[in-house]
């Protein structure tokens, strides 16, 4: 069966009504630069705020992607202990409790800015002008890193923590100070850029290739641990999620979509469990006898009588299949027409039933 890791429109994180003050200047112009807009720590107040209403959805969408393909696929995985790193305005941290509720009863948020955490502070309390009850909690906010990698959390998500630097050098050590947090899962999201996609791919190599190999499990969005076929293409490898604008003037009042690179890695041998996963488990010899589980990375493009996707296979190629019900049964043909951007398919391999073609730039 087809394996959904999109998911619908999302919406924001349930806030009292915005405070008038976030309809400020510094949002207007903040709104217009959203997509090149990252916290820093020198954010002032009014341009934390202009954060708020360029980014706070999109961040949640992005996250919200990302970890319900988590749950989903590893649903005996339930998370105590969240580290968020680079966590803004604290969206992450609002999908993780979406996914798993209160399961999560740890949170410790990095985020330099002084102005931002002050906002995603006054967020978790209702996001009025006077304070209300924590949606969750509790959340330690802390402008760096908890000494020491020993102290281990179930679920780490590194925010831009590795597209912002600009040596490999920084970039390795960072990486290793998130990696050697991860008791679980650690997730790590960037724009959905070719500028993003290398980070993460170049993160991957670090995981793959580093004395910890042994311990690394690419959990997402790759079905291997072979080199990315789209990084030598020169492409981004992203995926789209459609989301819901915060509900203010002159913000759209139709679905908007953002673009992320994300990246899963799973530390072998920690208590993360997931049966029947699609790609961690064994293929089933019935619905996929000569390949294992594909990616979809493009948008599916239905046709009369075939349907055209754009996958990243088990053998570590990107492949243009023509799903046709002559060729590959009606079975895997329902799945490929019922599928979308980013979901896991069944690949059926080449050996004398598929007819996919490696993709050229």
């Not at 948020?109 to 931002?116: N, T």
């Amino acid at each position: 069966m087809t394996s959904s890791t999109g998911g619908g429109d999302v919406t924001p994180p349930p806030i009292s009504p915005i405070d008038p003050s976030y309809r400020s200047p510094g949002a207007s112009g903040a709104r217009k630069r959203s997509r090149s807009l990252e916290p820093d720590v020198r954010v002032p107040a009014e341009a934390a705020r202009g954060y708020l209403v360029a980014r706070l959805a999109r961040d949640y969408a992005a996250a919200g992607r990302v970890l319900s393909e988590i749950r989903a696929r590893a649903p005996d995985f339930t998370p105590r202990t969240l580290l968020d790193v680079g966590s803004g305005l604290g969206a992450a941290c609002w999908a993780a409790q979406g996914a798993w509720g209160r399961s999560l009863q740890h949170f410790v948020c990095v985020e330099p800015s002084q102005a931002l955490r002050e906002v995603a502070e006054r967020l978790r309390h209702g996001g009025g002008a006077t304070p209300g009850p924590a949606h969750f909690g509790p959340v330690f906010l802390r402008p760096l890193l908890p000494p020491g990698p020993q102290a281990q959390w179930e679920l780490v998500i590194g925010r831009h923590a590795l597209g912002g630097l600009r040596g490999r050098g920084q970039r390795a050590q960072a990486l290793r100070g998130l990696w050697g947090r991860t008791g679980g899962v650690l997730v790590l999201l960037e724009n959905g850029t070719r500028a993003g996609h290398r980070a993460l791919m170049e993160a991957r190599e670090e995981l793959l290739q580093g004395p910890d190999a042994d311990s690394v499990e690419i959990f997402a969005p790759c079905p291997h641990r072979l080199p990315c076929p789209r990084l030598s293409q020169g492409r981004a490898c992203a995926f789209a999620q459609s989301f819901w604008p915060l509900p203010l003037s002159g913000n759209p009042s139709a679905p908007e979509r953002e673009l992320v690179s994300f990246l899963v890695v799973r530390r072998r041998g920690s208590a993360v469990t997931s049966p029947g996963d699609p790609v961690m488990s064994p293929p089933d010899p019935m619905t996929s006898p000569l390949g294992g589980w594909a990616r979809v990375t493009a948008p599916v493009r239905p046709r009369p009588r075939h349907v055209s996707l754009s996958l990243c296979c088990p053998d570590g190629a990107q492949r243009r299949l023509a799903v046709t019900v002559a060729r590959h049964g009606r079975s895997l043909y329902r799945q490929a027409r019922a599928s979308r951007w980013g979901d896991l398919l069944p690949f059926p391999g080449e050996g004398g039933t598929a007819n996919g073609k490696a993709e050229r730039r």
